[in-house]
């Protein structure tokens, strides 16, 4: 109010919700300023409880790397000292114990198969003896020890005949079937033949050789050595007459044709 004129020069409306709100404001933003105040500069070292915290953990990884290096530091001392003694002439036998033969009893409880495993293993033996077997083969054909593997999946549609110049069987497959090794060895042979498309011999162990015949598609070369079951090459099925519509599979012992159902479950 103007003292003179008693004219109203300026006036302000206020309310007691309007004062606690604006106090409210105020208080948020001073907390706000005296946080980002603390965290921001080094003001907070000076608060209790605060530094403690830091400081613990600063203490804890001093003392892991300090327990580091004291170890790798005993390491390093170790090995010097291998070295002196061994420049000294002074490096002295370990004291480990040889054993020339370890022998292993049948008896002990911790190698017998639990009834589970047995069961397991009977189980196994018995669905997979049709799958990958080798066939006892009455003769001077040794086969101990080797497990021959079916080339391919199919039925037999001509068996071994040496008298019609038959000197291996045929298979009947699928199109896009592939062919497999039936024993470890290394391949002596991979080329092409007008007759019989590609051919793979490969040479086994024992003096067994391998003749897979009529191929469309050769997946090794000549020198490769191939696992048992590997695949080797690719047959397609054709539609020419003339032309073997089958996997010519012939197994040889020492220059010799063998009938390879001897030895193969097919």
Same mark, same amino acid.
């Given at each position: 109010? +103007?003292?003179s004129t %008693?004219?109203e020069?300026?006036?302000?409306?206020?309310?007691?919700?309007?004062?606690?709100?604006?106090?409210? $404001? /105020?208080a948020? /933003? *001073?907390?706000?300023?005296?946080?980002?105040?603390?965290?921001a500069?080094?003001?907070?070292y000076y608060?209790? &409880?605060?530094?403690?915290?830091?400081?613990?953990? +600063?203490?804890?990884?001093?003392?892991?790397?300090?327990?580091?290096? !004291?170890?790798?530091?005993?390491h390093q001392?170790?090995?010097? +000292? +291998?070295?002196r003694?061994? /420049?000294?002439?002074?490096?002295?036998?370990?004291s480990?114990?040889? $054993?020339?033969?370890?022998?292993?009893?049948a008896n002990?409880? =911790? *190698?017998?198969?639990?009834a589970?495993?047995?069961?397991?293993?009977?189980?196994?033996?018995?669905?997979?003896k049709?799958? =990958?077997?080798? $066939?006892?083969?009455?003769?001077?054909?040794?086969?101990?020890?080797?497990?021959? /593997?079916k #080339?391919?999946?199919?039925?037999?549609?001509?068996?071994?005949?040496? %008298? !019609?110049?038959?000197?291996?069987?045929?298979?009947?497959?699928?199109?896009? !079937?592939?062919?497999?090794?039936? %024993?470890?060895?290394?391949?002596?042979?991979?080329?092409?033949? $007008?007759?019989? &498309?590609?051919?793979?011999?490969?040479?086994?162990?024992? &003096?067994?050789?391998?003749?897979?015949?009529?191929?469309?598609? *050769?997946?090794?070369?000549? &020198?490769?050595?191939?696992?048992?079951?590997?695949?080797?090459?690719? %047959?397609?099925?054709?539609?020419?007459?003339?032309? #073997?519509?089958?996997?010519?599979? !012939?197994?040889?012992?020492?220059?010799?044709?063998?009938? #390879?159902?001897?030895?193969i479950s097919f």
């Amino acid at each position: 109010m +103007n003292e003179s004129t %008693l004219e109203e020069i300026w006036k302000i409306r206020t309310s007691i919700f309007s004062g606690i709100v604006l106090v409210i $404001l /105020f208080a948020t /933003f *001073l907390v706000g300023i005296t946080s980002v105040i603390i965290i921001a500069t080094p003001i907070r070292y000076y608060l209790p &409880g605060y530094l403690d915290v830091e400081v613990r953990e +600063n203490a804890i990884r001093s003392a892991i790397k300090a327990d580091s290096l !004291e170890l790798q530091l005993k390491h390093q001392e170790i090995y010097i +000292n +291998n070295i002196r003694d061994i /420049f000294a002439g002074n490096r002295q036998v370990d004291s480990v114990k040889v $054993l020339d033969s370890i022998s292993i009893s049948a008896n002990d409880p =911790l *190698l017998q198969k639990s009834a589970a495993e047995a069961e397991y293993v009977r189980q196994f033996e018995e669905e997979e003896k049709y799958n =990958l077997s080798s $066939l006892s083969q009455a003769g001077n054909v040794p086969v101990e020890g080797l497990v021959f /593997f079916k #080339p391919a999946k199919g039925l037999i549609a001509e068996k071994f005949n040496p %008298l !019609e110049n038959r000197f291996g069987v045929t298979i009947k497959t699928i199109s896009k !079937e592939t062919i497999s090794a039936t %024993l470890d060895g290394t391949i002596i042979f991979a080329g092409f033949d $007008l007759k019989t &498309g590609y051919i793979i011999q490969i040479q086994h162990k024992n &003096g067994f050789i391998s003749i897979y015949k009529n191929s469309t598609m *050769l997946l090794k070369k000549s &020198g490769d050595k191939v696992r048992t079951g590997e695949a080797i090459a690719i %047959l397609d099925i054709s539609t020419d007459e003339e032309k #073997p519509s089958g996997l010519e599979f !012939e197994l040889w012992y020492r220059g010799s044709a063998v009938n #390879p159902e001897n030895y193969i479950s097919f």
